[in-house]
T-cell receptor, first 114, second 112 residues
């Protein structure tokens, strides 16, 4: 069965410092992996995805994520956090099978202090 | 660009009442989804559709029905609302199952 885990409910970072939001997954075969961001009272917005190829994926707003197959992880990173990055972040995974569904993690609230 | 539009944005229902949530997308996407978002549980897939006239069950389909009579619309129905269905509901659409999804702004439903 597919699953995705975001082990931290909240991550607190000072502005200008690097940030990491963790995601681990379980899926049969190769995964499709996604990160989304949700601002208050809004729907989710796509940040980046891993389908195949380079393990380091670059996305919107300066975010990037590193796919690690051996650790089954897809952590979201940014070299220098901004206060405007404060939001709820979701990791999602889907297997290659046509029967596979997209599963979302429980979300991590990122708080950037000035 | 409207993208994905959900109506209504807010609704309060009494237990046992029925209602339909409407999702419309103007991107000509084949795939459409209904999710519910509950605190600490992320998004859970209720039902989805891989094209006009098709529907399939997701993780938590019980108590909900869906229809996709037109490619651009995906309706979510609650036949007899229960307090456990109090949630924020999101509709999304995508070109394919392995491409990014575009989300609506959500419908906050309270069942009392």
């Amino acid at each position: 069965a597919q699953s995705v885990a975001q082990p931290e409910d909240q991550v607190n970072v000072a502005e200008g410092n690097p940030l990491t939001v963790k995601c681990t997954y379980s899926v049969s075969g190769n995964p499709y992996l996604f990160w989304y961001v949700q601002y208050p009272n809004r729907g989710l917005q796509f940040l980046l995805k891993y389908i195949t190829g380079d393990n380091l994926v670059k996305g919107s707003y300066g975010f990037e994520a590193e796919f690690n197959k051996s650790q089954t992880s897809f952590h979201l990173k940014k070299p220098s956090a901004l206060v405007s990055d404060s939001a709820l972040y979701f990791c999602a995974v889907r297997g290659y099978s046509s029967a596979s569904k997209i599963i979302f993690g429980s979300g991590t609230r990122l708080s950037i202090r000035p | 660009n409207a993208g994905v539009t959900q109506t209504p944005k807010f609704r309060v229902l009494k237990t046992g009442q029925s209602m339909t949530l409407l999702c419309a997308q103007d991107m000509n996407h084949e795939y459409m989804y209904w999710y519910r978002q509950d605190p600490g549980m992320g998004l859970r897939l209720i039902h989805y559709s891989v094209g006009e006239g098709t529907t399939a069950k997701g993780e938590v389909p019980d108590g909900y029905n869906v229809s996709r009579l037109k490619k651009q619309n995906f309706l979510l129905g609650l036949e007899s609302a229960a307090p456990s269905q109090t949630s924020v509901y999101f509709c999304a659409s995508s070109v394919q199952l392995n491409t990014e999804a575009f989300f609506g702004q959500g419908t906050r439903l309270t069942v009392v």
